[in-house]
């Protein structure tokens, strides 16, 4: 009876010490994934700030170039040329986070949703894979690919078009070659933002 007893309270413990243990790789795994929901959180925040900040720009050049459009000095349209560069900057610092974003959303997918299924912790990471289902809309997939250029490249482009006529007949080398450098790299964020996650995708899947 008493080896019966021994062996029932080791038991017992042992079981008890696996609960304790998997309570606990329970509870840190969730705490990364708050973790990492708040990083996600806080990048989103930087995008509407970038987004803002790009919107505020284009419309306060804008401004200031067409009411002061009876001088010859500031309101030629070559100060629209300001504009490329502050949206490369945005644009490509947009990209970055969007990026992140999409990274984090893929550890917690592939690394802590399968660890959480093996430990039987609740289903915390739903919302991930809803995410991921939406993705593979075509719709969903038109929207990210569209919406990021307009933000960032259309008012870019728009300055340029504007710029243009004024930048190409200067007699200035400096400012023509200026105005084709900025008219290739928003052509190239353009690109970036469209396509830029889904090439890094191929490529990492080679």
């Not at 029932?8 to 973790?35: H, K, Y």
């Not at 930087?46 to 002061?68: D, K, R």
Request: charged letters at 15%; hydrophobic letters at 45%.
């Amino acid at each position: 009876m008493n080896g019966r007893s021994s062996s029932g309270a080791a038991l017992s413990a042992r079981s008890s010490n696996q609960q304790s243990r998997r309570a606990t790789a329970s509870g840190l795994l969730i705490a990364e994934f708050s973790s990492l929901r708040q990083e996600q959180f806080n990048r989103t925040l930087y995008q509407q700030l970038m987004i803002s900040v790009e919107f505020t720009a284009a419309l306060s050049i804008g401004a200031f170039v067409f009411s002061n459009s009876g001088d010859s000095g500031l309101g030629s349209p070559l100060v629209l040329l300001l504009l490329p560069p502050l949206s490369l900057a945005l644009g490509t610092g947009y990209y970055v986070q969007h990026r992140s974003i999409l990274m984090v959303g893929e550890f917690i997918r592939c690394k802590l949703s399968p660890v959480a299924q093996q430990l039987g912790t609740p289903d915390v990471f739903g919302w991930e894979t809803y995410i991921q289902h939406c993705k593979r809309s075509r719709l969903w997939r038109l929207t990210l690919r569209v919406t990021a250029p307009l933000f960032f490249s259309l008012p870019a482009l728009a300055a340029l078009a504007f710029s243009a006529t004024e930048s190409l007949t200067s007699t200035s080398r400096l400012t023509v070659a200026v105005w084709c450098c900025e008219l290739a790299a928003i052509l190239g964020l353009t690109l970036l933002l469209s396509i830029g996650d889904w090439i890094e995708r191929r490529v990492m899947a080679r």
